[in-house]
């Protein structure tokens, strides 16, 4: 029954704001598109949510509605006169499929081809068994260690993907230590708490980053290694405050603890051609100023050479996440959607702003975010919330204290990636939650202190970028 609600609630809501009147909307000049663009944004909203169907299948939804309600090629009858202002303007067929193949798309492609070739051969495996060897087995160090290298692993694959990989790293670990010990939580939830820091460091560690690149770069350029000058200090800052907060809540009885990791590099032209590809692309990300390419067309040079080589086979490319894309892709599309039909600069006109102070609306808009972002897909709350964000943050004056337009962008983006409250807030903490070895209300502590902190923090790194124009073209 649950089920079948879940899927009635939104179609009925779409249905219902496809024919209601235009002036229950109280905007006033609302188009026919933009009437048809409020009745699909709320469908998708209500999807992502409710999760009647996979959130990767809303984002197909999405793109089809607008094909069909939206598109110069939609159907003939639902399309109006050429040029009519009530009815409003139209996307072209070529925006919309576009979106499929966005260099968003194709900058994440680049990572799962890097994630793919790193786990095949166990790259990752042997970087975390060499990188946690200065840790020692004091375990607030190794706890200390897991949450660096889970996030270093997050800045460049999926935070999904690195969990699953540490968690199952960690089970040698846990196994040693005593039934009912504290130390077992932190243990576990120090694998989550990694990547979803982690992935806020780098444009292609999380789909929030990806999704809010593209409304950066209407507003000004900025480099692979621009966002990591930022990004990264603010994730070493928020890893340490979650280590002493782990340490402080879930402190382990045992005096040391030992990672029981084996294998090594290993051999042949294959392997080492992974091993040099990886870390040439790296570096490339990081260092876009001086080559001239951008993160793109950087992110396209492994997927070549891995296919080319076949390091990356046909059946393995079929393993790669897929769904991801499709996501993202559908993110964008009602992006296009609300920002070329003018129903974002419609909707933001409406809001009474102008009677906000500028950082009251970054903060608003940051805790707002944050609370969608416990309680449905970070992706899905980026989706929704970002091309409104991007609109107005192109209209707001009096932010230049807090980065400007920029600001207000990586602020919403940040706060969608620090909801970590709840299993259901993120596929690592689901991940986490399924071992059985974390209780929600423990996970839940950890999240909303993470969560406010996190929010507090990006006001400061705001702060010091408006400061010492670090993000300056």
């Known amino acids: 029954m649950k089920k079948i609600l879940s899927l009635v609630i939104p179609v009925l809501a779409f249905f219902c704001l496809l024919n209601v009147p235009a002036e229950w909307f109280h905007m006033p000049g609302l188009t026919v598109v933009e009437q048809r663009l409020i009745a699909i944004f709320f469908l998708a909203a209500l999807c992502w949510i409710l999760e009647p169907i996979p959130i990767f299948a809303t984002s197909v939804l999405v793109i089809v509605l607008e094909l069909l309600l939206l598109s110069n090629k939609g159907l003939i009858f639902l399309r109006g006169a050429a040029g009519d202002p009530a009815f409003g303007k139209v996307l072209t067929y070529q925006s919309i499929m576009a979106t499929f193949a966005s260099p968003i798309i194709m ?19 042997n970087l975390a068994r060499v990188l946690l060897k200065p840790f020692g087995s004091r375990p607030h160090m190794v706890m200390l260690g897991l949450l660096l290298i889970t996030a ?72 692979f290694g621009q966002w990591m000058l930022f990004g990264v200090p603010y994730v070493i ?63 396209m040079i492994p997927v070549a050479v891995f296919v080319c080589t076949g390091i990356v086979t046909k059946k393995e490319l079929k393993e790669i996440s897929w769904d991801v894309l499709w996501l993202v892709a559908g993110g964008l599309a009602l992006g296009l959607a609300l920002e070329k039909t003018g129903l974002a600069a419609r909707m933001v006109a409406s809001i009474p702003f102008a009677t906000f102070a500028p ?24 989706n929704l919330l970002l091309p409104i964000m991007a609109v107005l943050a192109a209209g707001l004056s009096g932010l230049d204290s807090m980065g400007g337009p920029l600001g207000l962008i990586l602020g919403v983006t ?10 259901i807030s993120t596929p690592p903490n689901a991940l986490a939650s399924s071992t059985g070895m974390v209780e929600t209300p423990d996970m839940a502590k950890v999240g909303v202190v993470i969560g406010i902190v996190g929010v507090l923090l990006t006001m400061v790194m705001l702060w010091i970028i408006a400061g010492t124009g670090i993000l300056k073209p």
Do not use: C
């Open 107 to 125: 900058l994440f492609m680049g990572g799962f081809f890097l994630a793919m070739a790193a786990t095949k051969y166990r790259l990752d495996i």
């Open 359 to 382: 950082v009251m609306v970054l903060v608003v808009a940051s805790v707002v975010t944050l609370l969608m972002a416990n309680f449905m897909s970070h992706t899905a709350t980026a």
């Open 237 to 299: 800052v928020l890893l340490f405050i979650a280590w002493v907060l782990l340490a402080w809540l879930f402190p382990s009885k045992e005096k040391s603890v030992r990672l029981s990791i084996t294998g090594e590099f290993q051999r042949g032209w294959r392997a080492n051609l992974v091993y040099i590809t990886f870390g040439l692309t790296v570096l490339l990300w990081m260092f876009g100023g001086l080559h001239g390419m951008n993160s793109e067309v950087v992110a």
């Open 152 to 223: 270093i692993f997050s800045m460049f694959m999926s935070n999904t993907a690195t969990a699953a990989m540490m968690l199952a790293i960690l089970a040698p670990v846990l196994s040693v230590l005593p039934e009912g010990d504290r130390g077992r939580t932190a243990f576990v939830l120090a694998i989550p708490v990694g990547a979803n820091i982690g992935g806020m460091a780098t444009p292609i560690g999380t789909p929030p980053n990806a999704i809010a690149l593209k409304y950066i770069l209407d507003i000004q350029p900025i480099s």
């Open 414 to 423: 940040f706060a969608a990636s620090l909801g970590m409250t709840l299993p």
